[in-house]
């Protein structure tokens, strides 16, 4: 079933109306995209999106009101639209979990990077599958590609030429501040990064609909530029007052009025009979076994994350892995990988290039398509995907970061390789597990604990440098966050020292320096901070000391006292500039006699 321009035209003018009815009812939001883009958003819902084959996903998150009218009236449950931006209402940008919304988009470029993550991995599912996977369709804004992490996204579409893809740019040249400083020359960039580029009047049904149709013969994703006004037909189109509210509620309601369009909401009604249902649970609940991995005395935790990882793929056939150019140094690409391309899409490993930031944005939308991502850089550099990080945890997608190289201790790379604040940090994003495991049992059970989580993402932190395997007596104690992995030599103890990860080993040496103090291994703070009060004070008793090669604040809800690193490394071997800022198991250890006396 197809709508001819008439037809989309009343569509459209029903999906204004409801709309307008939203932002009326919020008093705030966003008019300008709503007027401008109706005409866009229509004609693919209408005419193209294929409910359980096709995905839309609107990078312009700040059209929320525009995509909650279309869906209500597609046939979606979607709460009342005058709970929009309301408290327990309507989002007000939009939020997986909404029927019907894809991805949480808002930061802008975001829904980009989600938009290619999901069309590929329709390629990755159809090649597995031998079928024909269905299209993503993605509404992205001025502002989106602004955003450098859009670019990293669209340069990665082009190369592995995702042809499953249409980008629609709503071109009103307009943003926040004035004219939209994006590049001079769009199409030509998106023709340099391998994308197929049509230019379409984007309130000219019959062109977009043309536009759009190319998509079933392109053989590169396709970017159609659709000129719009923002805030068309308002008191303000065409200026930056147009973008977010600025009208009165009299206007609002008279535009309302006119737009309200009783034909537009029978011929909605007829697609909302067409509305497949789907499984929206993006994660089955499974529970992973690794078993034991072989090891040296002396070895990285990188090293065996990459013995855990080939074993997993035997036991997940979804599990997709991946490296931001870096794939030897973080071990994330095992002998049992082999590459997903352009020309195979039936690989298990994806090379994202120097793109740290798309890569996050993009496991979220391979995420979101079911399948189980995981991706590889330094920890240093998690700030360059920090943010696609935040929505994996806002959105509850249980995306897995390998980030290795986690502290001073690697070295000659010096201080801007050195991470200082990121582990603290990282340990602040809410619904975010930050695992930093001390040895063979704690990385396989990090992993499984990771792989088994349906509505949380995590971050596996892994040193670059070997060092000494203390042994975990009972596995499950791992599953707490924090165990006693190294009793007290005498039977009161009256310190315990608290470390993670390379530190664990220091710990240990501080521990026998001083005969009455116990070790703690913790590896996860946000595992072992929901534990019961009873067993964390069993676990932390006595005088309390941190040892993590990081930043200290987060340490002091635990402990009385904590070494850590305040400051930027320095560069030398890992084991001088270890010594340098104070990990040393004598200095340690002098340290905290002389608190106690």
Excluded at 75 to 95: D, N
Excluded at 404 to 425: K, V
Excluded at 517 to 525: D, L
């Amino acid at each position: 079933m197809k709508f001819d321009s008439k037809q989309l035209k009343d569509m459209s003018n029903a999906v204004r109306a409801g709309s307008l009815y939203a932002l009326r009812n919020a008093h705030s939001g966003h008019i300008g995209i709503a007027m401008g883009a109706a005409d866009i958003i229509t004609t693919v819902y209408a005419n193209y999106l294929r409910p359980g084959i096709d995905e839309f996903v609107l990078s312009a998150g700040h059209g929320s009101a525009l995509l909650y009218s279309v869906l209500k009236l597609a046939g979606y449950k979607i709460p009342s639209l005058k709970t929009f931006r309301k408290f327990c209402g309507l989002a007000g940008h939009p939020e997986i979990g909404i029927d019907g919304v894809t991805a949480t988009t808002g930061p802008l470029g975001q829904g980009i990077g989600n938009a290619v993550g999901i069309a590929l991995a329709k390629k990755i599912n159809g090649a597995k599958r031998k079928s024909e996977n269905g299209n993503v369709y993605c509404l992205c804004s001025d502002g989106d590609l602004m955003e450098g992490v859009a670019q990293e996204a669209i340069a990665f579409a082009g190369i592995y030429r995702l042809n499953n893809l249409v980008m629609l740019w709503d071109d009103n040249q307009v943003s926040i501040d004035g004219e939209a400083l994006t590049d001079l020359d769009i199409p030509a960039r998106m023709h340099a990064a391998g994308w197929n580029v049509l230019k379409t009047d984007g309130n000219n049904f019959k062109d977009i609909d043309k536009a759009i149709s190319v998509a079933k013969k392109s053989v590169k994703p396709l970017f159609i530029q659709c000129k719009t006004v923002i805030g068309l037909g308002t008191s303000v189109a065409g200026t930056s007052r147009a973008h977010a509210f600025d009208l009165g509620d009299s206007e609002l309601l008279k535009l309302e009025e006119k737009f309200t369009s009783t034909n537009g909401l029978k011929l909605w009604a007829r697609v909302a009979k067409q509305k497949i249902k789907s499984d929206k649970k993006i994660v089955k609940d499974k529970d992973y076994f690794v078993g034991d991995i072989s090891f040296a005395d002396n070895i990285s935790t990188r090293e065996l994350s990459g013995k855990c990882i080939e074993k997993l793929l035997k036991v997940e056939p979804f599990l997709v892995g991946g490296s931001a150019d870096l794939a030897g140094s973080t071990k994330t690409k095992t002998l049992s990988h082999y590459d997903i391309t352009a020309d195979d899409f039936s690989g298990n490993f994806i090379n994202y290039g120097v793109r740290e930031h798309a890569m996050g944005a993009i496991m979220n939308g391979l995420c979101i398509a079911g399948l189980r991502p995981y991706g590889g850089t330094f920890l240093i550099f998690s700030d360059y995907m920090r943010p696609a990080i935040r929505l994996s945890a806002l959105s509850k997608l249980p995306v897995i970061y390998v980030l290795t190289h986690d502290s001073i201790a690697l070295g000659e790379d010096g201080p801007t390789h050195q991470p200082i604040e990121q582990l603290e940090s990282l340990r602040l994003i809410p619904n975010l597990n930050v695992f930093r495991p001390c040895n063979a049992a704690e990385v396989v059970s990090c992993w499984e604990q990771a792989l088994s989580e349906t509505k949380r993402p995590s971050c596996i932190i892994l040193s670059r440098q070997e060092f000494a395997q203390i042994s975990t007596i009972d596995l499950e104690d791992i599953k707490k966050g924090g165990y006693v992995i190294k009793p007290s030599d005498l039977k009161r103890t009256k310190i315990t020292l608290i470390a993670t990860g390379s530190e664990v080993p220091l710990a240990v040496e501080v521990a026998n320096k001083l005969k009455n103090a116990q070790v703690v291994s913790m590896p996860s703070v946000e595992k072992f901070r929901a534990q019961p009060v009873e067993y964390k004070n069993k676990v932390l008793v006595g005088y309390i000391v941190a040892i993590e090669a990081g930043a200290t604040a987060g340490w002091f809800e635990f402990a009385d006292a904590v070494m850590g690193i305040d400051e930027f490394g320095a560069t030398g071997s890992g084991n001088e500039v270890y010594k340098h800022f104070g990990f040393d198991a004598e200095i340690i250890a002098a340290e905290i006699i002389k608190k106690l006396k």
